[in-house]
């Protein structure tokens, strides 16, 4: 079996100032910058990372944008290009996640294009796919997750996925405290690993990076990470928290050593 690093993203949404962002990106210097054995990435907002990416440096936690257009500048008032994000220190974006999907009408065909915009100019995607909770309900998740990864991974080569991160986030658990269990979790990742191998061949799938998002906290990620195709966690409200996010961070560190 391949060797998945571990990885372990905080995704800070609409939250702090850039004043505040450095000093929260301090602490999670000091208290993760040194880990071994697991990837880490903060994607604070547009305004705070390139203050955010100095606070960074030198450390080995990575910067993550929470989203990025698919021109490389243009008349598109209001979003961000990959070239930008690059110059600034940008090693990952966040695409696709359900709520840009939810409040800004994203679609797969729209991921697809952000998605490969950011690998052609060198940053990891971080694409996020996810079933609401009357989806689930209705027994359709595996059928919502195989069309939001076939549409939102459309015209993507084996080569272009070696720099693809795949997010399995239900929406009815983020931020709302309900967590899938590991065996709901893990059903669904070994759904995505099948689909990736459908569409990438077994080697490629074998190396790509999926992780869980929804309510992950330290006190659940060591059991949800213990599952074999759970490689890592896109976290929220926990990565605004030093020290929860720490121990999420250990969390993956006993997964790989």
């Known amino acids: 079996m391949t060797q998945r690093t571990p990885f372990i993203a905080g995704n800070w949404k609409m939250h702090r100032t850039p004043k505040e962002s450095v000093a929260l990106a301090r602490e999670m210097v000091a208290k993760v910058g040194s880990a071994k054995g697991v990837e880490v990435a903060i994607a604070p907002t547009f305004t705070a990372l390139q203050a955010v990416g100095e606070a960074l440096a030198g450390s080995g936690v990575k910067l993550a944008a929470q989203n990025v257009h698919f021109e490389a500048q243009g008349a598109f ?3 961000i290009s990959a070239p930008m994000l690059r110059e600034v220190g940008c090693a990952y974006a966040i695409i696709g996640h359900s709520e840009r ?35 689930r ?14 549409g939102g991974l459309s015209g993507m080569s084996a080569d272009e996925a070696k720099n693809l991160v795949i997010a399995y986030e239900p929406v009815w658990a983020i931020g709302t405290g309900k967590v899938a269990t590991p065996a709901q979790a893990q059903e669904v990742h070994a759904a995505i690993r099948k689909l990736l191998s459908a ?21 659940n990620a060591a059991e ?15 990565s605004l928290d030093p020290a929860d996010f720490s121990r999420i961070v250990e969390a993956a560190k006993a997964r790989c050593c």
Not at 103 to 120: M, S
Not at 199 to 219: C, E, H, M, N
Request: glycine share 18%; net charge negative; hydrophobic share 40%.
């Open 77 to 79: 008032t209001g979003e």
């Open 101 to 135: 999907r939810q409040y800004f009408g994203e679609t797969d065909e729209v991921v697809a294009k952000r998605a490969r915009a950011a690998i052609a100019q060198g940053l990891g995607a971080i694409v996020c796919v996810g079933e609401l909770l009357a989806e």
């Open 137 to 150: 309900e209705a027994g359709k998740t595996l059928e919502v997750i195989e069309r939001q990864l076939r």
């Open 199 to 219: 569409l990438f061949g077994g080697d490629r799938a074998a190396t790509i990076p999926i992780q869980y998002g929804g309510s992950v906290k330290g006190s």
């Open 224 to 238: 949800l990470l213990g599952q074999p195709d759970i490689d890592g966690a896109l976290v929220g409200g926990a």
